[in-house]
């Protein structure tokens, strides 16, 4: 199972880094993604990576902010946010599943997710 973790409250123009731990060796033709709940909205995506090679993908509200990252020792995916503002409040999720060119941006194009973890930006 998938574990994010890393979120707290932060300020305005605050950094933050969120961590997800997968279990196991993921295959190189899978991603890695990182979705995103505010309260009263749908879950929307934020970020992807592939497994090897390490193509990314951004929304385009994070893009210059946020960096998507991994670790083949640590089996690990890791979301670097800088500049946060108060909307990138939200519950964060990480996913992973089968690499797809497109439809990243679709939640079904994941099969395994982790519990979220809470990002608050506020002053």
């Known amino acids: 199972q998938l574990q994010a973790s890393g979120g707290e409250a932060v300020q305005p123009r605050d950094s933050l880094r969120l961590s997800c731990a997968v279990p196991?060796?993921?295959?190189?033709?899978?991603?890695m993604g990182w979705f995103r709940r505010a309260p009263g909205k749908d879950r929307e995506f934020v970020a992807r990576?592939?497994?090897?090679?390490?193509?990314?993908n951004y929304q385009g509200s994070v893009k210059g902010r946020f960096a998507i990252s991994k670790d083949n020792a640590k089996n690990a995916v890791y979301l670097q946010m800088n500049s946060l503002k108060p909307e990138d409040t939200a519950v964060y999720y990480c996913?992973?599943?089968?690499?797809?060119?497109?439809?990243?941006?679709?939640?079904?194009?994941?099969?395994?997710w982790g519990q979220g973890t809470q990002v608050t930006v506020s002053s």
């Open positions: 196991g060796r993921p295959s190189d033709d899978s991603h």
């Open positions: 996913a992973t599943g089968p690499w797809r060119i497109y439809a990243y941006l679709s939640q079904s194009a994941y099969t395994h």
């Open positions: 990576v592939r497994w090897s090679p390490g193509y990314t």
